[in-house]
């Protein structure tokens, strides 16, 4: 019943991120990268803090456990939507967020290798399925898909090997060791805060606009306030190798879907193999569960 409650939440972050994913390429389309992330990390900060006083659960415990949790913040929140943002800005929205959700294959390593936990043959062919899925999704044979950059196809890979360990070790790790999911979560929000706060100071040039604002607002609060809350709740009711390809299947099915419904993006047959590919593997980690 656990692991069920654990799916059900994995499978809303899912959403909840895809649908972040995927429409943070509108926001990218009206404002500078920089002032928008900046913009997206403070509405999710300012998102998280009075949920935490809400519901009393801010007892932040020791240095070590914060420090983790800001390292996952830098390199999940900061340095991979950094890349993530970098790719978006230079492709197609479901081409991005594919190779981004490859992300399963490293967070099953990450539990297995970091935190022990046992290596399911089920759970690393669900997370094959969806790198299989993935690989569909890219393939160079899409010809008159939409502009191609290797840089790009690059920087959705880092971000995938950034969100896998990030979204499974620190946030696992520290879950494990008393932290509640909304200190971990307001860390790594305050940690992507600040960061990208420093970089937009030192560049000294501000691109805001009322559209842009909306659209950071939404992502903030589907990417760092609703995805994370879910995601997070799930991580601590079971194993991260088991909900890993869950979360990185159905938010490639749930970015494909909306990029095609709302960005108007056509993907070839190719594309759609690519999808169901991506649908197996989470059915198979749910069978699992």
């Not at 932040?60 to 456990?65: E, M, N, P």
């Not at 890993?244 to 299947?249: A, D, Q, S, V, W």
């Amino acid at each position: 019943m656990t692991d069920g409650a654990a799916v059900f939440l994995v499978l809303g972050a899912a959403l909840s991120w895809g649908i972040a994913q995927t429409v943070t390429k509108l926001g990218l389309s009206r404002m500078d990268t920089v002032c928008f992330a900046t913009l997206r990390a403070i509405l999710g900060l300012l998102l998280v803090v009075p949920y935490g006083f809400l519901t009393g659960a801010f007892r932040f415990g020791t240095t070590w456990l914060i420090g983790v949790a800001a390292f996952a913040g830098l390199i999940d929140s900061f340095l991979g939507t950094l890349l993530y943002m970098y790719a978006l800005k230079r492709g197609e929205a479901h081409r991005a967020a594919a190779l981004a959700n490859t992300a399963p294959f490293w967070g099953v390593a990450t539990a297995v290798l970091f935190l022990g936990e046992p290596a399911r043959p089920t759970i690393f062919l669900a997370a094959v399925l969806v790198v299989a899925g993935t690989y569909f999704l890219v393939s160079p044979k899409d010809e008159g898909q939409g502009p191609r950059s290797p840089l790009a196809g690059m920087a959705a890979l880092g971000t995938a090997i950034l969100w896998g360990i990030a979204e499974t070790g620190p946030a696992k790790y520290c879950l494990d060791r008393g932290m509640a999911p909304v200190e971990f979560q307001v860390v790594l929000a305050g940690t992507a805060a600040a960061a990208w706060g420093l970089v937009a100071i030192f560049r000294r040039r501000l691109d805001i606009h009322p559209s842009g604002i909306r659209i950071a607002a939404f992502t903030a609060f589907t990417g760092f306030f609703l995805g994370w809350m879910l995601w997070l709740s799930g991580l601590k009711l079971a194993q991260a190798s088991l909900l890993t390809p869950i979360r990185g299947g159905a938010m490639t099915i749930s970015a494909f879907l909306i990029s095609v419904l709302f960005l108007g993006e056509r993907p070839s047959q190719r594309a759609w193999l690519g999808a169901l590919l991506a649908c197996g593997g989470v059915v198979l980690a749910t069978i699992s569960a």
